[in-house]
C-alpha cells in the first residue's frame, strides 16, 4: 500500500514570549516521526510538513502539549500593541514615583517603605503577570525560557525586599522589582510594534488586490465580489480602478501603473491582446479585460506566497543562535545560582550576593538571538517586494555573497524580445508595410507596426499570399508587391520589391532594452563579471554585446545547452548567477548557483529561480543582489551584537558591576536595537 503523500501547514503560534520558546516548539513538533517544522519567533508561525497519517488537530495537540497554542492563521493578525501599551503605561506611572522614592532621601518619610510596597504590588503582580504566567506554564512543562528569568528576577527581588521590611532591614529591591517589570514590558511593546512594522510591506501586498469586480454577461454589467469571478469571465476596468485579476486585455486601450508590484514608477501602455496583472490601476481609458487567472493563481498570490515562506524561513546562521537560545537559560539559572554561590562561599555579605545574582538573571537576552534573522527577513524581503524582488528564502542571501560571474541571456533579458525596424523608411516601409499587416509573423508585425506609427492608416492589400522562409506577396495600390529575406550582417534584412524591381530594404532586429547598458554598469560595480548567452549567431550577439557593455560573449547555443554553460563556468571555479526569462532558461536557472528570474517571463522560469525580478528591467537584478547582500549583512550584524552583548553583559553582572535596574534596562534595549536595525532596510533604495 502506497504511503499518502507529505502535506505543508502552516501554523500560528500564540504564547511564544522569546526565542527559547519557538525553538522548544520547533523541537517538540520535530520530535514526532514524520514530521519537518521550521518555528519563526518574528511571525509567530510554524511551517509544518507531515505526513499523511497525520492531521492539522495532532499537530495542534503537539504545541499545546507543549503548553502553547496553534491554530490556522487568520487574514488579519489580531493587533497586540494596545493591550501591551496600556499594560506598559500604567506600570510606568506606578514605577516613577517609586523608583524617586527609592533613590531620593529627600522624598523619604516615615513608613515610606509601606508606601513603596503599595507602589511595587501592582506592578509586580499584574505588570509581570505574562512574565509570571509563561513562567508557571514552564514549570509545568519542566522547561525554561526568557520568561523564567524575568519572573525569578522579579519574585526574588520582591521576596528580598519583604524580608527586610519586616525584618526592619534597610535595603529594600521594591523599585528594582518594579523597574525591571516596567524596562521588560517597554521591550516588549517596541519590539511587538517593530515586528509589526517590520511585517506591514507583506500585508499591504495581500491588502492590494481589489475586493469588487464588474463583470461583463450578455452586454450587461454586474458588480460582483471578486470571489465570483471566473477564469475566462470578462470584465470591466475604468480610470482609476484596479486590474481585479490577471487577464488579456479584449477590447480598449489605456495606460496602466504596475508601480505597486514592480517598483516601475512609468504606467505601461496596454491594448487588445496584453497581458495585465490583478491590483494594477488603469490610469487612462476603459478596458474590457478577459481573467485568465483568478485567486490564488494570481501572480499577486503568487508574489505573496513567495514573501512568506521566505520570511518564514531560517538562514543557516539562525541556526546556530536558535541551538544557542535552546540551552541558554538553564546556563543563566545555572551561572545566577552559581554567583550567589561564589560571593557567599568567598566572604561576600548577602546583599550583594542577591544582587549581582539578580542582574545575572535580568541580563542574560535570548530574545535578541532569536530576533537576529527573523526581524531583517521580514523587513528586507518586504523592502523586496515594494521594489518588484521577490525573494524565495534566506539560504538565497548567502548565495548573492559569493557570486562573482552573472550570466544574462539575451532576448527578454538584455534585449526587448521582440522584433522592431531599426533602419528603412518612405514609400518602400508604407507598401511594405501594407503587405506585412496581413501577416502573423514577428518581422511582419514589426515592419507593419513601424509603418503605422510612421504614416497612420495603410492602404489595403488584396491576394496576399504567404510563403513560410521565404516572404510575402500581395495587390496594393494596383501594385504586386513582394517583401522577402535579404543577405545581411547582423541584423535581419528584407527587400521589398514591384513592378520586377528590387526598390529597397528594411532591417529589423530585436533592440537592446534602454536600460540594459546601465544594469551591466551596476552589474560590475557589484564585483560580477557578466557573460551574454544567446542561441543566435555570433555577429548578432557580439553587437548586443558591445552596445551593453559585455565583454565575454557565447554565442549559437541550443536550449538545452545553456546548462552546459553553466556547468563550464563552474567548472573553472566561478560562483555563477543566472539571468533569464524562458523556458529554455529554466534548467540553467536552476543548474547556476543563483538564479534570477524576470517576472515577465514564463512560470517555469520564475519557478527555477532563488529570485525574481518582478519588472522587466535588468537593472532589478543589480537592486535584488544589493538588497540580498545588504540583509545578509543586517542578519551577521544583528547577531554578532547579540552574542557579544550577552558574552560582556554576564561576566559583569557576576561580577556586581551592574545594578538590577541598568541589567533590566540594558536587556531591553538589546532586543529594540537588533529590530531597531533591521528596519533600517526599510530605507533601502
Known amino acids: ?112 517603605p509601606w508606601v513603596s510596597l503599595a507602589l511595587a504590588a501592582p506592578v509586580v503582580t499584574w505588570g509581570a503577570w505574562p512574565f ?18 524575568i519572573s525569578l528576577g522579579v519574585v526574588a527581588s520582591v521576596g528580598w525586599s519583604l524580608y527586610a521590611l519586616f525584618s526592619g532591614m534597610a535595603h529594600l529591591y521594591f523599585e528594582v522589582a518594579a523597574a525591571i517589570t516596567t524596562f521588560i514590558l517597554a521591550g516588549r511593546y517596541f519590539e511587538a510594534r517593530s515586528k509589526r512594522r517590520a511585517g506591514a510591506a507583506l500585508r499591504a501586498l495581500m491588502d ?19 470571489d465570483d469571478l471566473r477564469e475566462g469571465d470578462v470584465f470591466a476596468v475604468r480610470p482609476g480602478e484596479k486590474i481585479a485579476t490577471d487577464g488579456v486585455v479584449a477590447e480598449g486601450g489605456s495606460a496602466v501603473d504596475t508601480s505597486m508590484l514592480t517598483g516601475e514608477s512609468v504606467p505601461v501602455e496596454v491594448g487588445p491582446g496584453d497581458a495585465v496583472t490583478g491590483a494594477t490601476v488603469n490610469v487612462g481609458g476603459r478596458l474590457l479585460v478577459r481573467a485568465t487567472r483568478v485567486g490564488a493563481d494570481t501572480r499577486l498570490a503568487q508574489m505573496a506566497r513567495l514573501v512568506e515562506a521566505a520570511q518564514n524561513g531560517k538562514a543557516e546562521v539562525q541556526r546556530l543562535a536558535d541551538r544557542v537560545s535552546a540551552v541558554f537559560v538553564p546556563a543563566v539559572v545555572f551561572a545566577a545560582l552559581a554567583t550567589l554561590v561564589v560571593w557567599l562561599a568567598t566572604g561576600g555579605s548577602a546583599e550583594p550576593a542577591f544582587t549581582a545574582a539578580v542582574a545575572v538573571l535580568i541580563i542574560a537576552c535570548p530574545c535578541a538571538l532569536g530576533l537576529a534573522t527573523p526581524t ?58 501594407a503587405v506585412e499587416a496581413a501577416s502573423e509573423h514577428p518581422i511582419g508585425r514589426a515592419i507593419a507596426a513601424a509603418a503605422r506609427e510612421r504614416f497612420g492608416t495603410l492602404p489595403a492589400v488584396t491576394e496576399f499570399r504567404g510563403t513560410p522562409g521565404v516572404g510575402v ?30 526598390r529597397g530594404t528594411l532591417v529589423v532586429a530585436d533592440t537592446i532594452k534602454p536600460t540594459s547598458a546601465r544594469a551591466v554598469e551596476e552589474l560590475r560595480a557589484l564585483g560580477l563579471t557578466p557573460v551574454l ?106 547577531l554578532f551584537w547579540a552574542f557579544a552583548y550577552n558574552v560582556a553583559a554576564v561576566p559583569l553582572a557576576a561580577l556586581g558591576l551592574l545594578n538590577p535596574m541598568i541589567a533590566g534596562a540594558a536587556m531591553a534595549c538589546s532586543s529594540a536595537f537588533v529590530v531597531s536595525n533591521s528596519l533600517r532596510l526599510r530605507r533601502f533604495r
Open 132 to 149: 509570571h504566567r509563561a513562567a508557571a506554564v514552564n514549570l509545568r512543562h519542566l522547561t525554561a525560557t526568557m520568561d523564567t528569568l
Open 473 to 502: 506577396t500581395g495587390v496594393v495600390e494596383g501594385r504586386v508587391v513582394s517583401v522577402g529575406r535579404a543577405a545581411g550582417g547582423d541584423a535581419t534584412t528584407v527587400a521589398a520589391s514591384w513592378d520586377g524591381e528590387v
Open 533 to 638: 548567452l544567446t542561441g543566435d549567431n555570433a555577429g548578432v550577439a557580439r553587437k548586443i554585446a558591445a552596445e551593453a557593455g559585455i565583454d565575454e560573449v557565447v554565442a549559437e547555443v541550443l536550449p538545452e545547452g545553456k546548462v552546459d554553460v553553466v556547468k563550464r563556468l563552474q567548472a573553472e571555479g566561478r560562483v555563477v548567477a543566472m539571468v533569464g526569462d524562458g523556458v529554455n532558461d529554466a534548467a540553467a536557472l536552476a543548474q547556476a548557483d543563483l538564479g534570477l528570474a524576470m517576472g515577465t517571463g514564463t512560470d517555469a522560469a520564475i519557478e527555477a529561480s532563488d529570485l525574481t525580478l518582478v519588472r522587466g528591467d535588468l537593472r532589478a537584478a543589480g537592486d535584488a543582489i544589493r538588497l540580498a547582500r545588504r540583509t545578509l549583512a543586517t542578519i551577521k550584524g544583528n
Open 1 to 112: 500500500m502506497t504511503a499518502a503523500p507529505a502535506t505543508s501547514v502552516e501554523l500560528a503560534i500564540g504564547g511564544m514570549t522569546c526565542a527559547s520558546c519557538a525553538a522548544r516548539v520547533e523541537r517538540k513538533l520535530n520530535k514526532v516521526d514524520g514530521v519537518t517544522a521550521t518555528v519563526n519567533y518574528a511571525t509567530e508561525k510554524a511551517r509544518v510538513t507531515y505526513p499523511g497519517r497525520l492531521s492539522v488537530d495532532d499537530l495542534k495537540a503537539v504545541v499545546e502539549a507543549a503548553g502553547y497554542s496553534a491554530r490556522l492563521p487568520e487574514p488579519e493578525t489580531p493587533d497586540e500593541t494596545p493591550a501591551l501599551r496600556k499594560r506598559l503605561l500604567i506600570a510606568a506611572a506606578l514605577t516613577v514615583p517609586l523608583v524617586a522614592l527609592a533613590m531620593v532621601p529627600a522624598f523619604q518619610f516615615d513608613h515610606w
Open 208 to 226: 492590494l488586490g481589489a475586493k469588487d469586480v464588474t463583470v461583463v454577461r450578455d452586454g450587461e454589467e454586474h458588480l460582483v465580489p471578486i
Open 376 to 433: 531583517a527577513l521580514l523587513v528586507g524581503t518586504g523592502r523586496g517586494a515594494q521594489l518588484g524582488i521577490l525573494i524565495k528564502g534566506p539560504e538565497v542571501l548567502e548565495s548573492t555573497r559569493r557570486v562573482d560571474t552573472v550570466v544574462l541571456d539575451k532576448t527578454g533579458t538584455v534585449t526587448t524580445g521582440t522584433m522592431t525596424l531599426v533602419e528603412g523608411d518612405g514609400e518602400v516601409l508604407r507598401l511594405a508595410g
